[in-house]
């Protein structure tokens, strides 16, 4: 019975989990490898702006470190629980999903 458990539990959490795809992608710009740049040309004062926007992107992926870093402490649990059996191990195998589940949601929002 636990093993049918097991085997149900650890098909969801592959289905539920973003691909590697999906969370390597990112929204920054490019920047081309030659000729003239604006910042190169710009003369006058600078605003604040473009700062202000660097460190909300900062904020931005230091604040995604945290659901991913819980997704791979779940999923670590998920496996541990697998590898050991019994009750105990289907204790880690919820707790792990659990656990998964609450970073993909925080991952996603």
């Given at each position: 019975?636990?093993?049918?458990?097991?085997?149900?539990?650890?098909?969801?959490?592959?289905?539920?989990?973003?691909?590697?795809?999906?969370?390597q992608?990112?929204?920054?710009?490019?920047?081309?490898?030659?000729?003239?740049?604006?910042?190169?040309?710009?003369?006058?004062?600078?605003?604040?702006?473009?700062?202000?926007?660097?460190?909300?992107?900062?904020?931005?992926?230091?604040?995604q470190?945290?659901?991913?870093?819980?997704?791979?402490?779940?999923?670590?649990?998920?496996?541990?629980g697998?590898?050991?059996?019994d009750?105990?191990?289907?204790?880690?195998?919820?707790?792990?999903?659990?656990?998964?589940?609450?970073?993909?949601?925080?991952?996603?929002?």
């Amino acid at each position: 019975m636990y093993a049918r458990l097991r085997l149900i539990l650890l098909v969801v959490i592959a289905l539920a989990s973003p691909s590697a795809g999906a969370a390597q992608q990112s929204n920054a710009q490019v920047a081309p490898a030659g000729g003239p740049r604006l910042d190169a040309v710009v003369t006058g004062f600078r605003t604040t702006e473009q700062r202000l926007d660097n460190v909300v992107s900062l904020q931005r992926r230091q604040s995604q470190s945290q659901p991913v870093a819980l997704m791979i402490v779940g999923g670590a649990a998920i496996v541990l629980g697998a590898l050991i059996g019994d009750d105990v191990g289907l204790l880690f195998m919820i707790g792990g999903a659990v656990a998964l589940l609450i970073g993909l949601y925080k991952y996603l929002q």
